[in-house]
């Protein structure tokens, strides 16, 4: 089994070395292309160029986005704007959503990288091949490091964006075409669409700052339609910077140095600020009523705790101990699929009748969940019944003498746990099992 892993393992290494290895320009090599890196765009897709008004070998901008599992192509019209052509469903990628930081953490590029014909792979072991160019000059200033990274066909992906062998065909196709007399294109690789609704989701994300840098030149682009001019400096990405006015000096950047003085076309920056300032005051209207869905429906819940609780106790009714005569109800029940939290809930509605006790337990995926409280006229010490019950289920638990929470991994033995407790509370009162 062992030699069998191993000798898949180099089998796959060499595959995506393979997908890797350039080839001079598409073609300036004296080896001939294969059929399917010089096949003509299919008829639909020309006659959609036809109607959308774009040139067969203008320039191209391709747009990724993980979370939606999506990749655009857009393409210049006769206007000179970018519209967009077509979107391909993304047939699979690796890793969550965040930038890739190095070799074999399997992650997806995310950022903005260059595409010229030495990354375009028409021998790849993978049908079609584009490379990122992973680490870009951003990337490397952050010391981040990886390889072998791409768009590609085969459906099989291990840190790419990987498509279908019939995608792959088209999109490396529209490449091909638009690097006809010029030497690159751009590739953006988003996270997600970067809409209000998207970052009000992801606001509490490591990665926001970053992400928040990427939208800036995806507002660049999409308020223009035109592609950003990028470049790095003091470690970030600045997008179509340009001399200051009656500057004569040309700019020159480097990724881990100050940025040089530098400003944005007024044209470019209004729109772009716009748009930042409407979607900041989009997020920040969606962040509100976010938190006032949670307190409602917080509230909705401990209603429906209180009503499940009325429900419980009718079906527990008091029992009278040996040594007094006051009534007290045992609510001893397991769950199917309850969470630590709405576990705690119930038990807080049922202790807020008097003369109760709540032994509660939860099936939780893998796990037994235990939550045991008593109201304040209820004797009894639920610290010292929850470790004994955690140690029926082989967890741990614990708490104060009104309310004690645990779990464990024997989640079979999670009923005889609750039946334990029960009984030994009913043993301290002297009560006689109903």
């Not at 096949?39 to 747009?63: F, N």
């Not at 007399?181 to 669409?193: D, N, T």
């Not at 300032?277 to 401990?302: C, F, I, M, S």
């Not at 009913?426 to 006689?432: H, T």
Request: glycine content about 6%; some cysteine.
């Amino acid at each position: 089994m062992i030699r069998a892993m191993v000798q898949r393992a180099l089998v796959l290494a060499a595959a995506f070395a393979a997908a890797l290895t350039p080839v001079a320009c598409l073609g300036e090599s004296s080896k001939p292309l294969p059929a399917k890196a010089t096949q003509e765009l299919p008829p639909e897709l020309l006659a959609l160029l036809e109607q959308k008004k774009m040139p067969k070998y203008s320039p191209i901008v391709v747009r990724v986005f993980k979370e939606e599992a999506e990749l655009e192509v857009w393409k210049q019209d006769t206007a000179g704007r970018f519209q967009i052509l077509k979107t391909y469903p993304i047939c699979r990628w690796s890793g969550d959503l965040g930038p890739k930081l190095y070799e074999g953490d399997r992650q997806a590029p995310e950022g903005f990288y260059t595409i010229t014909p030495e990354l375009m792979n028409p021998n790849s072991n993978f049908h079609l091949s584009i490379n990122f160019g992973f680490p870009n000059s951003f990337d490397k200033a952050h010391k981040r490091n990886g390889s072998f990274l791409m768009i590609h066909g085969d459906c099989l992906s291990a840190g790419c964006y990987a498509m279908t062998d019939e995608q792959i065909s088209e999109i490396y196709s529209l490449a091909r075409d638009s690097l006809s007399g010029r030497p690159s294109f751009q590739v953006q690789a988003y996270p997600f669409r970067l809409t209000p609704a998207n970052l009000a989701r992801h606001r509490n994300s490591p990665n926001l700052a970053f992400w928040k840098m990427l939208k800036v030149g995806n507002d660049h682009f999409e308020t223009t339609q035109r592609e950003p001019k990028v470049d790095v400096c003091n470690r970030t990405y600045v997008f179509d910077a340009q001399p200051p006015p009656n500057s004569s000096n040309p700019l020159v950047f480097n990724a881990t140095e100050k940025c040089p003085p530098n400003v944005v076309n007024p044209g470019i920056a209004l729109r772009a600020l716009e748009k930042r300032h409407a979607d900041e005051r989009a997020t920040a209207r969606l962040v509100e009523e976010n938190k006032k869905l949670k307190r409602r429906v917080g509230e909705l819940e401990q209603i429906a705790c209180r009503v499940e609780a009325d429900e419980l106790l009718h079906d527990h009714p008091p029992t009278v101990s040996h040594e007094a005569a006051d009534g007290i109800r045992i609510v001893a029940k397991v769950f199917d699929d309850r969470d630590a939290e709405s576990l705690k809930q119930l038990a807080l509605a049922l202790i807020a009748h008097p003369n109760t006790v709540a032994i509660l337990g939860s099936r939780d995926g893998d796990t037994g969940r235990l939550v045991f409280a008593r109201s304040s006229d209820a004797a009894g010490d639920m610290n010292t019944l929850m470790r004994e019950a955690c140690s029926v289920i082989d967890g741990r638990g614990g708490g104060k003498p009104d309310m004690a929470q645990g779990g464990g991994k024997k989640v079979e033995k999670l009923a005889e746990a609750i039946e334990s407790a029960s009984e030994r509370l009913r043993n301290l009162r002297g009560i006689s099992p109903s």
